[in-house]
């Protein structure tokens, strides 16, 4: 599976509610096609993406796990169903904290199989909005294999959709 639940729409209202102010850094991971990447620049942010698979100029060949880039030089990190897809949520979570700036916000919308919260608190982030997508990722899923999407992904047991928005808590740095 290529894209994700709800579409740019999705990605729009997910921007919204994190509230970023203008001209925000932000790194979108697992970015794709570049579309979350081309709708942030055209809000006005920095934005740059990341994939192992790049499918767009706009997005540059990386591993979200080990990004290479430095630490706290992102206002924001945006993910849409990378994180999951990765294999390594705790990896991809603590990367996400190093690359954002102490405050810095995750803009997330992802596939869990627990709740989340325990996951991302002790990754060193305060949720600020979460909101559960299931239905949604339930008919994407549906449409997906309906389709015969080739590389719908088999997921076992029960899984949620969510969408959150988190804030970095504590600073790394020297005191
Ligand atoms: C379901 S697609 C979502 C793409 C995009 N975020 C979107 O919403 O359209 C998952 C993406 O995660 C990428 N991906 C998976 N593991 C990755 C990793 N370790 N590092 C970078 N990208 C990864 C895949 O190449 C794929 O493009």
Known sequence: MK????????????IDLAALPPGERVLDLGAGAGEAVALLRSLGCEAQGLDLEPRSPLVACGDLLRTGLPSESFGAVLSQCAFFASGDVPGALAESRRLLRPGGRLLLSDLFFEPPEPLIEKAGFRILYAEDMTALWREYYLEALWRGDGDCPTVRGKCAYWLLICEKEGNDGPV
């Open 3 to 14: 894209g994700h639940p709800g579409g740019g729409g999705h990605t729009r209202r997910l």
